[in-house]
């Protein structure tokens, strides 16, 4: 992924609330759009690095479902 991807996801999230942060996110899913991936891949990566290893756990085990349901 571009760093400058990641510079601008975190330049315009920069002091938004949980809400907006929300908004975001029901919007990027919502349109569907493919150039909007990597956006919501910036948001992981957040959340990932930010995790400890319970938390990743947990997020792989919920993806490890959503993936063996969406089949």
Do not use: Y
Not at 11 to 16: G, I, Q, R
Not at 32 to 61: C, I, S, Y
């Amino acid at each position: 992924m571009n760093f400058q991807i990641r510079d601008a996801i975190a330049a315009n999230m920069t002091d938004n609330s949980s809400s907006d942060v929300r908004s975001v996110i029901d919007d990027a899913i919502q349109r569907g759009e493919e150039h909007l991936l990597p956006g919501l891949g910036v948001f992981f990566e957040q959340l990932w690095q930010r995790a400890d290893e319970k938390e990743k756990e947990q997020m792989t085990n919920e993806l490890s479902h959503a993936f063996a349901q969406a089949q």
